[in-house]
């Protein structure tokens, strides 16, 4: 059996940061299998959603998600995310329309380069972005980029834009799960976000996410995901 020399911290520091028991549940190999394949059937729905209805969301199911994402692991885990929430319209609408003005320039200044609006064209997207004003919340995932103490002395942080990487991809999936819609949005360049929700110098802007349920009769596009040999190998010696 292989051994692990270190199981504890090192003794002069088990006082402040000891460690406890895993809560690990086991499953019997047909259920560990039935699992794998419920989760992947049920993510293997989730879409991207842009025409999000006005139907109200109750907020415990945006904590609650946020709660989920805030389970990420994180460099040194210091979990340099910060997940602000508006449901309030003139927000919205502020949002909205700062958005669309760089969406705008992007879409028809220039800022999108030929290849690049190919690539774009089987999504249908332009530089309208109604969703950001109609959807009940808007969910701007903030990286921080260093910590600040109550003192105002800095703290580095690891590995931010993996930490908060990570932490999106799981708020999509606890949205999907709790039966929600949403969009990984970035319009482009994100800095009118600091300004118009009042975020510190040490918050940058990583993800916007529109929340709510799809429009009655919401199409999306027809996209295929690459099939498991294309994303996964397998390495032997
Ligand atoms: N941010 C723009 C353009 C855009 C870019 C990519 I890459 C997408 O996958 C989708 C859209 C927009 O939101 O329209």
Known sequence: MAEYRHPYPAPELA???????LDFRRYEPAEMARRADDFRAEMARRRSVRM????????????????????APSGAHHQPWRFVVTGDPSIKREI???AEAEER?????????????????PLGTDWHKEFLEIAPWLVVLFEERYGV???????????????CGIA???????????????????????????????????????VLFPVGYPVDGCLVPDLRRKP???????VTS
Do not use: C
Request: charged content about 25%; overall charge negative; aromatic content about 8%.
């Open 96 to 98: 909205r329309l700062a």
């Open 15 to 21: 006082a402040e940061h000891p460690f406890v028991p």
């Open 52 to 71: 999000l209805s006005d139907e109200p969301v109750p907020i415990e199911l945006i904590e609650s998600a946020i709660a989920t994402a805030s389970t």
């Open 168 to 206: 999106a991809g799981l708020f999509i999936a606890a949205l999907h799960h709790a039966g929600l819609a949403t969009l990984t949005h970035t319009p482009s360049p994100m800095a009118f976000l600091s300004r118009v929700l009042g975020r510190p110098e040490q918050e940058r802007p990583f």
């Open 228 to 234: 498991l040999d294309e994303v996964m190998t397998v």
């Open 105 to 121: 320039t992007n879409y028809e200044g220039g800022r999108i380069n030929d290849e690049w609006r190919r690539e774009l064209a």
């Open 149 to 163: 103490a109550d003192d105002g002395s800095r703290r580095h942080h690891y590995y931010v834009k993996e930490s």
